[in-house]
């Protein structure tokens, strides 16, 4: 098990745990963090799942490949540190993961 910390805009930390293997997004979902809506349920269809990923953590995740930047681009008020939650997934090296969610992804 590994744990990600979710902040919300107002700064909330929420702290939840996910299995190895698991994707940030449904890790989001199984705790009921709202601000993932995942719309397409992971296939990467959309960017529903936005996230900005502490400066920290940047570098320990696997490079976004080009369909998740082409939507990463779509998603409303993406940055350098921007992902798709549903393409970040959960092992040991990423145990205590920040991850900061938009303020709306509508």
């Known amino acids: 098990m ?7 805009s107002d700064d909330e930390r929420i702290e939840v745990t996910a299995k190895n293997g698991q994707t940030v997004m449904e890790a989001a ?3 009921g963090i709202n601000e993932i809506l995942a719309e397409c349920g992971g296939c990467m269809s959309c960017a ?13 995740l696997t490079p976004a490949d080009v369909m998740e ?5 779509c998603a409303i ?12 997934t959960m092992d040991d090296v ?6 900061h969610l938009p303020e709306s992804q509508y």
């Open 77 to 88: 008020d993406p940055n350098a540190r921007s992902r798709l939650s549903c393409q970040i």
């Open 69 to 73: 930047e082409s939507l990463v681009a």
């Open 94 to 99: 990423l145990d205590g993961i920040v991850i």
């Open 2 to 8: 590994s744990i990600i910390v979710f902040v919300r």
């Open 29 to 31: 979902l199984n705790h």
């Open 48 to 60: 529903t799942c936005h996230v900005y990923v502490s400066p920290e953590w940047v570098d320990k």
